[in-house]
Structure formats: structure tokens, C-alpha cells
């Protein structure tokens, strides 16, 4: 089993715990402040209070033997970046570090992070693009050009089956998935008729997307 | 075209105004710190230094004139819940607000909050499942029960195509696109053949898809 650690229980780290916690993993959670291992130590198999800056506490805490670190520390940028280099010369094959800002984001890519999170920035990519557009629920991207998005049937659609409304053909895009109520249709049939309110799952390239959103919805 | 106001321009707040810049939507962004006011200056289209507390502050800013409004305060709990108050009773249609942990949450949600938002939680639930498995790129749910994933497809389906292998019949899931290098193979043909390496964007039930990532690929 993989052994997991997480360094910092803010919002992120702690849920991440938490996460980790109900997916059955075990894992050793690090905070300096003496309220947040309290807070935590119903989740994580141990919690403890220490300060990673100083490199001796590192190894006391017996980091090396650790497959994965994620350094969760976002004021203080100075001390995530001082924490992830100890933890790259201490050989953690895996340091992933939430990053505050693109400069923080440029250092820790030079000292060598393994993995970038940026939880802020991409919850906000998923909103403004639900509130920029009245049809669309979610948007999730899956590379530069191509996204998965969420977009409720109109009253155009209503009645209609896949069959007849031809999106593929039409605008390039792939109705992947129909939710109704708390249901979820995974491949629809080409029979499947629509209804209005439906949230329909939708993937394709951005571009064919934007078209059908405008013009097929 | 829909007016909005973003109120606290930290990490969440800051990048849904360069977001909402960049889909040529009009914002007003609100901040009490100067700084954070010269920060986001170029990307708003009105930037104003002000605390929100106040509601005759609110009255002067024009708010009564947005359809939606996100509150984006974090430390400031009480902050965040008496802005989101004043904006219900100034009749604000949507106001969106950001939710530090689960009491935050309760209370906005018996105040008239018509979302609430927590970044650090809903990313903290895909990376621990990227980790969770050596397989599994990332995890996006949809719904309770049904989630979409990105695999890597291993050895065992290398140079095989989507027919020979019949996972829809046999895990109950759905292959609905392959990344491959940049690009995005959107709704793949049964006679699509995947390679060793190649990203397969999966949906279905959480039961399937765990069956499937632990016999299928
Ligand atoms: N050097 C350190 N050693 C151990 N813990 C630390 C260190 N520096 C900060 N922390 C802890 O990390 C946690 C997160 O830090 P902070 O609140 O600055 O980040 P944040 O970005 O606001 O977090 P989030 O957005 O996840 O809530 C805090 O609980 C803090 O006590
Ligand atoms: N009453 C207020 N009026 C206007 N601005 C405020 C008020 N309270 C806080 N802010 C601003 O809101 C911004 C975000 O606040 P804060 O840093 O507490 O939240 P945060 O949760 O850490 O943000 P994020 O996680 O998005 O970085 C700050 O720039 C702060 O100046």
C-alpha cells in the first residue's frame, strides 16, 4: 500500500485527509498548529505537530520511507518552497505542492515538484463558464481544445430522440451521458428521447461545443 | 448582457475575473485592500476599493443594477455571511458565495445563497483519487453514484480494438473519448484501436468504473 503524507491541513490538505480517509488509504498528516492535528486525527492513521521547515524534523517524522508528499502550505510561500526542496534531496519519488500564485508555481517547478495544484484557479475556470452562459452546469477540461460540458435541454430539444437531432453529424459533438433527476444515463441509445431539463453530458472540441451550446441546444 | 460583481479578490475570486476577462464578459470587482484593487484593474471593468459590511456601501456601489453577485471572502467568515444577508435583502437574483468549512456552508445556505462553492474541497476529491490509483488520471463526479474518469491504458490493451474488447457489455461503462499526445479522439469507433499509454475518458456507474480500472485495464 502506498504510504501517503500530507503536509499543511488548511482547506485543501484537510480535505484531502478526509479523502484519503474514505478511500481506505492510510496516511501520516503533518500541521505546526496544535488545533489542526486535534481536529484531524480521526482521519489520518497518525497526526502530528511539528514544523517541516527544519529538515532534522523531516527526518525524525521518518519521511523517506513515504511514496508520496503533498505540501499543502499557501500563505507562507516560503515555507512550502523551503519544505518541497528538503523533501526532493531527501529522495521522495512524489512531492506534489499546492501552488498560490504563477511565481510560487515557477519556483516549485524549478526545484523540482512533481505534480502543480492549482484548487482556486480551476474551480474558477468550472464557474465563469457556467455563469457566462445561462445552458451550461459544468465545465471540465480535458486538454487545450477539447472539454466535457453539462447543458440543459431546452425546450427545442423536448421529445426529441437522439436519432432525429443528429449532433454528431451536425456539430462534431458526442452526447455522452443524459442526467435526470438523480439518475444518470450512460450511453444513451440513439432511441433515447430528450426531454426539456435535462442536463445533457456533452464531449467534443471546444469550438463544436460553442456551436452546438448556441445553435443545437 | 448579464452583469456581475466579483466581492474579494483572492486566489478564487482574482482568477474568476481573469476568467470571466477572457469569455468577454463585463465584471465589477470589489476589494478592500488597495493592492488587490490594482491588481485586478486591467482585467475588470470597474475595480473599486470598498468593504462590502457596510450596506450603505452596497447601495452606493450600484449593486441592486447586477443579476449575479459572488461573495469570495475566506477568513472573514462573518464578513462573508453578513455581504451575502444584505444581498438577498437588496434583491440580488444570484448570489454565489464561497464556503470556508461546513458550518460556513449551513449558514449560507439558510441565508438565500443560491450556490455555494468550495474550491479546496471538490479538488482535493479528484486528486486524492488520482492518487488513489496508479491508473486513474482523474475523477470528476457527476453525481452521487456516477463519475467520469481518465484511465491509462496499460500493456493488456495494447493494439486491441474498442469492439474486441466489448467493455460496455462486460463492466457496464462507456469509452467516450481517447486522448492520445494533444489531441482528443472524440466518441472513438468500435473499430478504433487503443494503444499502450493512451488516456481513455470513461463514464458510467462508480461501481463499473472500479470494477473495470481493477479487471480491465
Ligand atoms: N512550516 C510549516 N510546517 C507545518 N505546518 C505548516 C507550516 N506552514 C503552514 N503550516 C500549516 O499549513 C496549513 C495551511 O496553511 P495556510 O492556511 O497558509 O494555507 P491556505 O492556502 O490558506 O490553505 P487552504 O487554502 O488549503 O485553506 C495551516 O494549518 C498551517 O498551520
Ligand atoms: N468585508 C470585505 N470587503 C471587501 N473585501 C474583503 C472583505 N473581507 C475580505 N475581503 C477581501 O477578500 C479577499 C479574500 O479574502 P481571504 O484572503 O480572507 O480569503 P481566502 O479564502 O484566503 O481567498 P482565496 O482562497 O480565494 O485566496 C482579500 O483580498 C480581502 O481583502
Redesign the pocket.
Known sequence: MKQIAV?????????LVKEFNELGLDTMA????ID?VNEFSQYATHTIQ????DESTLKQLGIRNFDLVVV?????IE??I??TLHLKELGIKQVWA?A?NDYHHKVLEKIGADRIIH??RDMAKRVAHHIASEKIIDFIELSKEHSIVEIIASEKLHNQTLLELDIRAKYGCSIVGIQRNEDVIVAPLAEEVLHKGDVLIVIGHNMDLNRFEEKGV
Open positions: 503536509l499543511g491541513l488548511g482547506r485543501f490538505g484537510g480535505s503533518v500541521d505546526k498548529s489542526k511539528a514544523n517541516t521547515l499543502s502550505f499557501g500563505e507562507d515555507a512550502s523551503l519544505t499546492k498560490q484548487p482556486e
